[in-house]
């Protein structure tokens, strides 16, 4: 079975500065998504960006960006210049091509300082 | 458009009570997921709809939880007989067949206390 692992329960940042949480994942298939979702306080889940497994070019939306390193089975987030609406849960999820459920990590809190 | 919708937003219930939890997926998206997330914890899989047709239910911890989604759309899911363990904020999820990667849009959730 496939899992995924945030080591990482809480992180903080100072406003405009830039933060990476980690995840690890654990898998034998070739073909599968990652993303990252955030949860804020209000709890609607929302998708911050996708990586397909394929793909050797690290995704990137705005202020977001990922590491995946597919050998390893990592996939980090970069947040720049983060702002204070960037504070929430985020989870690390994967999905295999086969299926369409997602398996997520624990999730880290994101906290952003003034 | 609307989001995914879910009702009730909080529920309570007395151990041993039934509970029904509905979900109103985005119009015209053909997958619909329901997710068990605990205190503290990542949302865990529970089972997935396309259509009518109830595709994998693997996730779910007993046979006192069922769901339904008889015409496609909406979709209740009810735990019989609950039990403590059964509190958490259930979660559903829909999605389109297209892109590729079918991100799924998630509700705001249902919170059940079992008291």
């Known amino acids: 079975a496939q899992t995924v692992t945030q080591s990482q329960p809480e992180m903080s940042v100072q406003e405009a500065e830039t933060v990476t949480l980690s995840c690890t994942y654990d898998?034998?298939?070739?073909?599968?998504?990652l993303f990252w979702y955030k949860q804020p306080p209000s709890r609607q889940m929302i998708l911050v960006i996708r990586?397909?497994?394929?793909?050797?070019q690290n995704a990137t939306e705005n202020r977001f960006s990922v590491n995946f390193q597919k050998a390893a089975k990592s996939f980090s987030l970069k947040i720049s210049d983060s702002q204070l609406g960037d504070a929430a849960m985020y989870f690390c999820?994967?999905?295999?091509?086969?299926?369409?459920?997602?398996?997520f990590g624990q999730g880290t809190r994101l906290t952003i300082n003034p | 458009g609307a989001g995914v919708s879910q009702s009730p937003r909080y529920k309570v219930a007395k151990r041993g009570q039934d509970v029904a939890l509905r979900c109103d997926p985005i119009?015209?998206?053909?997958?619909l997921f329901w997710y068990q997330q605990a205190l503290g914890q990542g949302p865990e899989f529970l089972t997935y709809?396309?259509?009518?047709?109830?595709?994998?239910k693997s996730g779910l911890p007993s046979d006192r939880f069922f769901a339904e989604r008889p015409e496609g759309s909406v979709s209740t899911l009810k735990i019989q007989r609950t039990q403590q363990e059964d509190s958490a904020v259930y979660l559903c999820?829909?999605?389109?067949?297209?892109?590729?990667?079918?991100?799924?849009?998630f509700g705001p959730g249902t919170r059940l206390t079992v008291t």
């Open positions: 999820a829909s999605s389109s067949r297209r892109p590729s990667y079918y991100e799924q849009y």
């Open positions: 119009s015209g998206h053909v997958s």
């Open positions: 709809f396309q259509n009518e047709a109830q595709l994998d």
């Open positions: 990586q397909e497994a394929y793909k050797q």
């Open positions: 898998t034998s298939e070739s073909d599968y998504y």
């Open positions: 999820a994967y999905r295999s091509a086969r299926t369409q459920k997602l398996v």
